[in-house]
Structures are given as C-alpha cells and as structure tokens.
C-alpha cells in the first residue's frame, strides 16, 4: 500500500562523437554509426531516466552548439557516445562549458572483427577506443574530469548494461540533490557534538537548501487533523504492520489503541508539514515540556517518519541531517536508507547488531515489520508506539557522512552481510550484521575513520557506487574494508 510519493528520475544528455571526414570517404558509415546511436540511447533510457540526445557531433561548431543545449536543458549526467575515432575539439567545447558529470562509453558493435571479411570500414565501425585516451588527456589538461569510461560491446553485454545502469542510478541521486529542501526542525539533541552541521556548508557541498522550520509550524496542522483522515491512516497501519504480545523486555506492551490512534495523528500531521513546505526530507529532534502537546507530538513521529521512509521522504531523529543526506542518497539510488548505529557485538557469532529507534525504511524490512508499544524512550523523554524490525537478509551496505578537523564532508562506506537469527524484541530494528575480515576488525577500522555514530543503512552492495557520487561531487570518502 505504500508508493513513492516522487518517482526517482533524471534527465541525461547524449551525444555521439565522429570525425566527419569518415563520412566523406565511406559511404553508409554515417546511418550505420547513427544506427548504433540508437541502441546506445535506448539502453540508457531502459533505466527510466529522461534524455536529451544530441546525435552525433562531428565538429567544433557544433560542439560549442552541444554545450549551449545542454546547458539550457539543465542535464544531471552526460554520456559521450564514442562511436568510431573522433578528435578532441568536439569534445572539449562540452566538458569545458557544461558543468556536469561526463561519462565516456566504447561500445563496439561486434566483440570482435570478422579477420576473413576485415576492411577499413568495419575497423570504424569498431573503433569505439581509439581517442578514449586523448579525450581523458585533454579533460584532464582542461582541468575537467572524466568520472569513468564504460568498455565492452553494444550487444549482450551484461556488464557494460550494469555501468550504466549504475550511472543512471547516480544521476537520479544528483537530481534530487540538487535543490532539495532538507528541512531541520527543533535542536541537537544535547551534548552530541557529532550531530552538528553547518547548514551553508551543506547547501555548499550538495547543492540543497535547508529550510529552517519551527515545531509550531507541525502542531498547527496537527489541530488541523480530522478523524477521517486519522481513519485512514490507522488503515493504512494496519495493513502494514503486524502489533504481536510483548516478549521479554518490560518497557514494551503490545500495540494500545491510544498509541496507534497518536501515531496515526502525528502520521497525518506529518503529511501535511512535508505538503506544505515542500520537504524532501526532514531531520529534527525536540523534548518540550512534560505533559505539553510540544511533546506528545514530536515524540510520536516514528511510525509516520518510518512510512514518509518508505514513500521516499527521509526522516531522520535527533537532528542529524548528514545521516538524512545518506539516507536520501541511498533511497534514491533504490536501496533504502535506514537510520542506524551499531548496538552490542555477539563475539560468539562474530556479528554485531546495527539499528536504531526511532525512524526506518519499511521498503527493506525482513518480513512484516513490528509495531509495539514502549512504556519509555530510552534516552529521550516521551512514550508510544515504535517500529521494530531487521532488514532483509543478504548483502548490506553502510553509509555514514561526518565532517573532518577543516569542517569538509568526508563518506565513511563499508559492506557487510545480514544474516537470519533473532534480534532483541525491544521496539527498535536491529539487524545481525557480519562484516569481513572479522566483525571487530571492521568496526575498528570503521570508528577510526572518525565517523558520526549514526550512518545510513541499506541492501545490496553498493560501495562503489556511493565512492562515484562522493567524486561527482568532490568529497573526500573512504571505503573501510
């Protein structure tokens, strides 16, 4: 039942490159390489992005053209088709003047030449390399960089169809970066300094913007709220979440009427706060006075922050908007984005626990997630119904954002694997994460990279990619292995 409230998309620009004497010289080679044209853009746009293709440039004039359009169309992403050999100044007018991710692709048309049939015209037909290495050396001479070179055949060719469907992906995430409105709402939760962040410094290094909004802002909507739509909501929990008999934690119960009723109150308060100020995100943190609506309302979001989660809206608790960062980046990318921090080792197993209370990402839950009700926050003040659950089982993914002495961004990435057994039935998710070479081997070299305690939390391996996006937009990243 629940759907993305905004579909991932992005726009790509294409352009194929030639060297227009070929054309003078070989009859046909110019419909055949724009034959092969088409089945590149096609393949790009089977990913479900938008393109804007430019055909093949095969000249300086009209590269400097090229450069105009895609400028004026606003692209995420440009791929140059390397269609047969091409010189440079068809090239370097666009990496020059287009301020965008560049990604080279030699797809030739046949794995290999046919050496009893060869001829001049089939080795241009296949020449997709040839000025691969004088494109980068002038990118790199221009002060421009190439972010990759995608090799292999235009056919059947799985890993070339992964790269740029690993591209895309990128593209989709530097869409929705780019003029986000990240809001922050309330304070740091007292006495982590980890969780403080420079909101110009932020919209420096993403390209969002952080609107600044105040708790009065959601209570006026939460006096808004009618019972149709509370109603509707608490159908909408109930299709979604299993509410089972508390096990052997004290401060959990089974799921209350009051608490699901609050829940869904503060849920559909929540809706219209994201409506209103046109919220790709939210991270916050708030206690307020005891027995003040302040309170009963910022303290009974989890259940609506985890379904925004699910819809494509990051909710992150205790005002850490760089976590909330990784987690839209690894939603956009498709693979969730949990907010997360480690919890005690099992160094029988070799595992350690990784979750948190508070907000999660139901797209990823292992099975029905659990709702119970907590008599107490550990921690925090307040009470109510929280969300409990582990992801699915598999490879897994871990994405934390902190800062460095000189206040720079820095990615902190690793890998991992969830496994199957049971976690602590204590109203929070947790998932048995088992990390390589050992478990504490990981987790050293992990807390010594100076992370933030919390870190985004996803499905699949993803490493590689995350270390693209932190080139694309020049932050420093390491990956702990």
Known sequence: MIERKKQRSAKIGIFAVAHHTYFQQFEGLYENLCGYHKVFCDMVEESGVEIVDLGIIDSNEKAFAAAETLRAASVDLIFCNMITYATSSVFAPIIQEVNRPMVLAALQPRAALDYTKANTFMQLENDNICSVPEFIGVANRLGR?????????????????????????????????????????????????????????????????????????????????????????????????????????????????????????????????????????????????????????????????????????????????????????????????????????????????????????????????????????????????????KIKEGPITLFGITQTADNRFKFVIGEGYSKEGPIPPTGNTNTRGFFAPSTREFVKKWVMEGPTHHYALGVGHHAGTIAKIAEVLGIEYVIVK
């Open 145 to 389: 960089k190439v972010q990759d070179c995608i090799i292999g055949t235009l056919y059947d060719d799985v890993q070339a169809k992964a790269e740029i469907a690993e591209w895309c992906n990128i593209a989709k995430v530097l869409h929705d970066l780019r003029g986000a409105r990240i809001g922050l709402m309330g304070h740091t939760m007292e006495a982590m300094y980890d969780m403080h962040a420079d909101p110009t410094a932020i919209s420096a290094a993403f390209g969002l913007h952080v609107p600044l909004l105040e708790v009065d802002d959601v209570i006026t909507l939460y006096n808004q709220v009618t019972e149709d739509e509370i109603a509707e909501k608490i159908r909408l929990i109930d299709a979604e979440f299993d509410m089972p008999e508390p096990v052997s934690d004290p401060i959990t119960s089974k799921l209350t009427d009051a608490d699901k009723y609050q829940a869904a109150k503060s849920a559909v308060a929540l809706d219209k706060f994201v409506e209103k100020y046109n919220l790709t995100g939210l991270a916050y943190y708030y206690e307020g006075s005891p027995d003040s609506l302040h309170r009963k309302v910022t303290t009974t979001f989890i259940v609506g922050n985890s379904i925004l989660n699910a819809q494509g809206i990051p909710m992150c608790g205790e005002y850490d908007i760089k976590t909330c960062i990784a987690m839209l980046i690894m939603d956009r990318l498709d693979i969730g984005g949990s907010f997360a921090e480690f919890h005690p080792f099992d160094f029988s197993e070799d595992f350690i626990l990784v979750g948190h209370d508070g907000p999660h990402h139901l797209k990823i839950a292992n099975g029905k997630p659990v709702l119970r009700s907590l008599k107490k926050y550990h921690g925090k003040p307040g009470h109510g119904a929280s969300v409990e659950f």
